[in-house]
């Protein structure tokens, strides 16, 4: 190792990376894209809403200083993830980093909560497409990689894994978000048991575990109770682009290249104090 692999701008390079975010097209999908984008990755985001995608693609490539492209998918079954991995290997021919940030909600009463929404849907796309993502692209991120260069994979958990509360401002009042709590839970545990898998293999797997931050799932509570959610934050903001995409872009830069089965925070310490909800 020379004295300028420990320069900053050699420890936290991606240029040049092949990135793939799921339910990269709004919300923190959105800015761990841009994170990367601005940074010299070649970056690929996928989602349901094509009319989603080509706006995030356009608002990206106005700071973006490499490729930004779009793939239309619903990483909601197996067949939904075997076509995105299809259609990506149409494209490029490795990968150097997955962001499995694909997430969904489901709010309802105690008593009568749905099955199907509230159960199924959920954990079919918190975290049974996290496997067969990266299960499908295994061969793609082992390509080249090293244990000085690993290949990465990203999963986007949430302090909810940690967290029991099931009720609180990000529903509405009598509503709980029974499943989401235990489908992220599940993503921490499968996150350490990919990276078991896989370190021979030299990928590294961690998730990231955000706490408050802007996006369509803590929409609701940041538009009735956003006063008071900000309030309970020991920091006394909740999370911004910068913070997210930054450790994105850390987990996948040479810095962390020994980093693997790790489960990181970041909500400002909400969670040490007793007020994290989400």
Known sequence: MSAQDLDIPSLFNVKGK??????????????????FSRNGATVYIAARKESQLKEAVEDIKNVATAGIHYIVANVGSKTGCDALI???????????????NSGVSWGGPFLDFPEEKGWDNVFNVNVKSIFYMTSGLSDYLSQGSTSVDPARVINISSTSSVNPHSEGPLSDQ?????????????????????????????ITVNAILPGVYPSKMTAFGLRTSG????????????????DIAGLAVFLASPASAHITGQHIITDGGARLVGTAKL
């Open 18 to 35: 092949i990135v793939l975010v799921t339910g990269g097209s709004v919300g923190i999908g959105k800015m761990i894209a841009t994170g």
């Open 86 to 100: 299809s259609e990506f290997k149409k494209r490029e021919n490795t990968l150097h980093v997955l962001v499995n």
């Open 174 to 202: 009598g509503n709980g978000t029974w499943s989401y709590q235990p489908s992220k839970a599940a993503v921490n545990h499968l996150t350490s048991q990919l990276a078991v898998k896989l370190a021979p293999s030299f």
């Open 227 to 242: 006063d008071k959610m900000v309030q309970g934050q020991p920091m006394g903001r909740v999370g911004s682009p910068a």
